[in-house]
């Protein structure tokens, strides 16, 4: 329960929980600090000069009984305190603070109880009853109070928001360091080029982001190699297979060599497949596509053209993307739905943040245990393996590759229009 609430109150990014450690124990330091200077150590000391005060008041109004006014304003000079004699005192007293409360208390009981006290900014009187009147007796403000805990205290709080700053200034350093890390992380993650990241901050946060360098190039030098090793393996088949095309042609018997062709093309088109995954594609350069005629030319380019096909998009309907990645998402999108349904509906629509394309046929569906394997590179759900029917299992897996390479997701959804599947492609608007 109470963890529950702590993670709810605490915040969550680095930034806050840093200056909360260092700021923490700061103010408890400081806030004992004062308390005990003031309960303790300001206190004894306003005692002290209580003391001292009654005791050199005690004095002047025996000097003053016992050998006149004259002889204790010359004692007084001595002790630099005023001492003058009235009638009518100001009996006023008006306390603005604890110690003034705590002085006037002290004087109380050491010299009279009918002591009057006046605080001013640079006196503090007191006035005795006397025979035929008052003594007024001034002291120095400051031989009763210090403005030594004032400037203490300021001096306190000025040099600590200036080392929170400080603080706060280098610690914003280290965060925007692995923030940095973190966002070129989550580009390498997407299969985006790292250009201008360099290590910075902290040794730890410099070894991080070597290492995070020493593994993308490691990463990416792999990927080349297989890549390579993938694109000469098809260039090679690819050369053997146009020889066997050929020798197929001189040969008389055309009944006997009809399938073989057909097994030749769809090595073909399976080598095609594999060539265009292992590409590395580049967005060169984004334009306004107007989604109804690439939907159009998606539709005319295809193949597979015996199909009910319907599509609904708005005639002005554009964004600002790769027209030939966008392109190629669809196309492989629609080559997948036109291959296991009867009729496809391609519905193009705009939304308030977002341009969703939705891509319905009416086929068997995909089960829910396939949901989340189907773009895997490879994958096919058709257990009879049939070649002829099933394709490479490559579409889908380049569609989502090109999709995170122009900020386009692809999600599989449950159609309530017709039964089969429905692919979304969500594309945000750019303005």
Not at 72 to 101: D, G, H, M, Q, V
Not at 104 to 113: A, G, P, S, W, Y
Not at 238 to 260: A, F, M, P, S
Not at 397 to 418: M, P, V
Request: proline letters at 3%; aromatic letters at 10%.
């Amino acid at each position: 329960m109470i963890k529950k609430y702590l993670k709810k109150i605490l915040p969550r990014k680095l930034l806050p929980r840093l200056l909360m450690i260092f700021l923490i124990p700061l103010i408890s330091v400081q806030c004992s600090v004062v308390f005990f200077f003031y309960e303790r150590h300001w206190e004894k000391i306003i005692n002290r000069f209580s003391n001292i005060a009654s005791n050199n008041i005690n004095l002047l109004v025996d000097q003053y009984n016992n050998y006149g006014l004259k002889e204790a304003k010359l004692i007084a000079t001595k002790l630099n305190i005023s001492l003058n004699f009235t009638s009518n005192p100001n009996n006023n007293f008006k306390s603005k603070s604890k110690l003034e409360k705590k002085i006037h208390k002290i004087l109380e009981t050491r010299v009279d109880q009918n002591i009057k006290s006046e605080f001013y900014e640079d006196i503090i009187s007191f006035s005795l009853a006397v025979e035929n009147g008052f003594l007024k007796i001034n002291f120095p403000r400051k031989y009763l109070l210090s403005e030594t805990p004032t400037i203490y205290l300021l001096w306190i709080v000025s040099t600590s928001l200036i080392l929170s700053l400080i603080a706060f200034l280098f610690l914003r350093i280290q965060i925007r360091a692995i923030h940095r890390l973190a966002k070129s992380a989550e580009d390498f993650g997407k299969g985006k080029k790292i250009k201008h990241f360099k290590p910075e901050g902290a040794l730890e946060i410099r070894a991080a982001g070597n290492a995070f360098m020493q593994m993308q190039k490691r990463i990416n030098n792999y990927i080349n190699q297989k890549i390579s090793f993938l694109t000469g393996i098809s260039h090679d088949l690819g050369t053997i297979i146009t020889r066997i095309k050929l020798r197929l042609e001189l040969l008389d018997n055309k009944k006997d060599t009809q399938q073989i062709k057909k097994d030749v093309e769809i090595m073909q088109i399976f080598l095609k497949e594999y060539l265009e995954y292992s590409k590395e594609e580049k967005i060169k350069k984004l334009e306004k596509v107007n989604l109804l005629e690439l939907l159009n030319q998606v539709v005319n380019s295809s193949k597979l053209k015996n199909k009910k096909i319907n599509i609904k998009c708005h005639k002005s309907l554009s964004l600002i993307t790769d027209k030939n990645s966008l392109y190629r998402i669809v196309f492989n999108l629609f080559e997948n739905a036109s291959r296991y349904g009867t009729k496809v509906d391609i519905i193009a629509k705009k939304e308030p943040k977002n341009v969703k394309i939705n891509i319905l046929d009416n086929g068997p569906g995909i089960k829910d245990q396939f949901r989340q394997k189907i773009f895997k590179p490879f994958f096919k759900i058709d257990d009879s393996r049939n070649i002829n029917q099933s394709g490479s299992g490559l579409g889908l897996s380049i569609s989502r590759e090109l999709g995170k390479k122009i900020n386009a997701s692809i999600k599989l959804e449950k159609s309530r229009k017709i039964k089969g599947s429905l692919f979304s492609i969500i594309l945000p608007q750019k303005k």
